[in-house]
């Protein structure tokens, strides 16, 4: 049994994070409580992002080639 994920699905659950980030940066809500989700998902993608730039991989595959700060 392997328990080690596939680049493609890594690229998948990334995918999946930069979605609910993107709902979050849209929400009309503008409670403190939204503006709380909107930073985990900034330091959570922002995080993912500096692992892959240290390891020297290619971040389009996994969506992260834009400015975060953008996003959110």
């Known amino acids: 049994m392997n328990n080690q994920l596939s680049v493609s699905e890594l ?5 999946r994070v ?7 940066a849209e929400s009309k809500d503008k ?3 939204t503006d709380g989700k909107k930073l985990a998902y900034y330091e959570i993608l922002d995080t993912i992002k500096n692992e892959l730039i ?3 991989i ?15």
């Open 11 to 15: 690229e998948y659950i990334v995918s």
């Open 18 to 24: 930069l979605d609910n980030a993107k709902d979050a």
């Open 31 to 33: 409670s403190e409580f």
């Open 54 to 56: 240290a390891r020297n």
């Open 58 to 72: 290619d971040l389009k595959p996994f969506g992260l080639d834009i400015p975060l700060e953008d996003l959110l």
